[in-house]
């Protein structure tokens, strides 16, 4: 073992390497930098067309096989069914699809105009607010002044 390292040393090292990744702090996924947590009164997206088909087959599938507790299976059935119908076959789902995406167009029309006469009542407040803070402490500044000139 003239000059050579051991396989001990260098696996040492590397559980060292693996404790410093693990104490990385994670950043949270997805959304905007800074922004606060998920608005519990925004509207929900609608479901996709296959999620609405999803519905329907989850109910056949359950009353076909009673015994089967696997959601795997049950997904996986209901996949292969979507890819095997027509799109007339698919056209029902797709329309009821649209429907609920309309809805839900309305829905977030409505919530985002009430979202910015929020944040406009708020920066109104805000802003004047401000300007008593700014008009105190330019009669503050003013009665300095008079005072330095009696110096």
Do not use: C, H, I
Request: charged share 45%; net charge positive; glycine share 8%.
């Amino acid at each position: 073992m003239k000059g050579g390292k051991s396989k001990a040393n260098t696996s040492k090292k590397s559980d060292a390497k693996l404790a410093v990744k693990k104490s990385v702090e994670k950043k949270p996924k997805g959304g905007a930098k800074g922004k606060g947590g998920k608005d519990p009164n925004r509207p929900k997206r609608p479901p996709s067309a296959f999620f609405v088909f999803m519905e329907q087959f989850r109910k056949e599938f359950k009353e076909k096989n009673p015994n089967n507790k696997q959601v795997s299976v049950v997904g996986k059935a209901g996949g292969d069914k979507w890819k095997s119908l027509s799109q007339s076959e698919k056209a029902p789902f797709v329309a009821k699809a649209d429907k609920l995406k309309a809805e839900y167009q309305k829905k977030l029309k409505a919530y985002d105009a009430e979202e910015d006469t929020k944040k406009e009542v708020a920066y109104e407040e805000s802003s004047d607010k401000s300007k008593s803070e700014v008009s105190d402490e330019d009669e503050g500044s003013e009665e300095d002044d008079d005072e330095e000139d009696d110096d």
